[in-house]
Nanobody, 123 residues
Framework: HVQLVESGGGSVQAGESLRLSCDTS????????MAWFRQAPGQEPEGVAA??????YYADSVKGRFSISRDIASRTLYLQMSNLKPEDTALYYC??????????????????RGPGTQVTVSS
């Protein structure tokens, strides 16, 4: 039974930081491409970051501000977000796909996703 559950969202001021977590179970975490997506109201989902082994990928809009990582032992995916901006406001969710990510990762069909956690950044 695949499960992905996000936590760590909240309401912050611009310039502040948040760390999102995604607890996982029921699939091969070590060999999966793990990613964070976000979706703002009325907009299409946007790939934020992805990671598998030593390869990490970031959307241009978050490069230098966000960092994706995972803890194998606890099967947890993280997204450290710094210098948050109002345009980062969205529902953030994690997703998994067995296999590599690749540079076109955001266009891939992922196997599973979590319900998401809301991030709201005010100016």
């Amino acid at each position: 039974h695949v499960q992905l559950v996000e936590s760590g969202g909240g309401s912050v001021q611009a310039g502040e930081s948040l760390r999102l977590s995604c607890d996982t179970s029921g699939f091969r975490f070590m060999v999966s491409c793990m990613a964070w997506f976000r979706q703002a109201p009325g907009q299409e989902p946007e790939g934020v970051a992805a990671q598998r082994d030593a390869a990490t990928y970031y959307a241009d809009s978050v490069k230098g501000r966000f960092s994706i990582s995972r803890d194998i032992a606890s099967r947890t995916l993280y997204l450290q977000m710094s210098n948050l901006k109002p345009e980062d406001t969205a529902l953030y969710y994690c997703a998994s796909k067995v296999g590599m990510c690749g540079p076109n990762w955001s266009k891939l069909r992922f196997d599973s996703r979590g319900p998401g956690t809301q991030v709201t950044v005010s100016s």
